[in-house]
């Protein structure tokens, strides 16, 4: 003790808290760094997008030093990686804090789900409803992060059928339940705003697994809650 009382009186500081300062520092600075590596990583991927849709408005004959086209480029690039950006997350970084043990074995449904999602054939829109039930076996996960479940999957180029099998495995895999069913209803620009043209059309898929798959009862079940059938 007395020995530190003099350190600490001549003005000299005890090496542990000047080690513990210097990790500390470092460890800010790793940090800082990081940050400022994906900062540039992304700044340098949106001026490639950029780039690109600057050779496409171009070749669609169109003048990219107009007024109205000056910043078209840019905002399209961040908006397409704002379309994509569910090739940046993880199902675990939603999850795995909001999966709870709880002894409910009934049917839980959330219908109704709004999703938007790029058709990766001519990169247009689909959009619809998806309605997601799963029969819980001794977990429960909070009633919000299935919605963020359908939110990554169709923020990546997709087609409608895989969409649907991504989200039910997802689920699956997460919560090891009885039973998941998801059904998704869609209408796709692809078929509207070219090719055959069909205004009022929709596409409907579906995935059954466990007991949605096996038992009838259950499939007709969530079938009636969800599409009225």
């Given at each position: 003790?007395?020995?530190?009382y ?24 790793l ?13 340098t991927k ?44 993880t ?18 449904v ?7 999602s ?21 977990k ?12 990554i ?13 991504q ?29 055959v ?33």
């Amino acid at each position: 003790m007395e020995f530190h009382y003099a350190t600490e009186m001549n003005g000299n500081v005890p090496m542990v808290p000047r080690l513990t300062k210097c990790v500390e520092s470092k460890q800010v600075n790793l940090f800082k760094e990081e940050k400022d590596t994906k900062k540039t990583e992304v700044l340098t991927k949106t001026s490639c997008i950029e780039k690109a849709y600057c050779t496409i408005l171009s070749e669609l004959g169109e003048n990219t030093d107009r007024e109205g086209l000056l910043r078209t480029p840019l905002r399209a690039a961040k908006a397409m990686q704002f379309f994509t950006k569910g090739y940046k997350e993880t199902i675990q970084d939603i999850l795995n804090d909001a999966i709870f043990n709880e002894d409910h074995d009934e049917v839980v449904v959330v219908r109704d789900i709004d999703f938007f999602s790029l058709c990766e054939h001519h990169l247009v829109p689909f959009f619809g409803k998806c309605h997601i039930a799963y029969l819980p076996n001794k977990k429960v996960v909070g009633l919000s992060k299935l919605a963020r479940v359908v939110e990554i999957f169709s923020r990546r180029l997709q087609v409608q059928e895989r969409l649907t099998k991504q989200i039910a495995s997802a689920i699956q895999e997460a919560l090891e339940p009885a039973g998941v069913a998801v059904v998704m209803e869609a209408a796709h620009m692809c078929m509207v705003m070219r090719g055959v043209q069909k205004m009022n059309a929709k596409t409907i898929t579906s995935v059954m697994l466990g007991r949605f798959q096996t038992d009838a009862e259950s499939r007709e079940e969530f079938l009636s809650l969800t599409l009225g059938k």
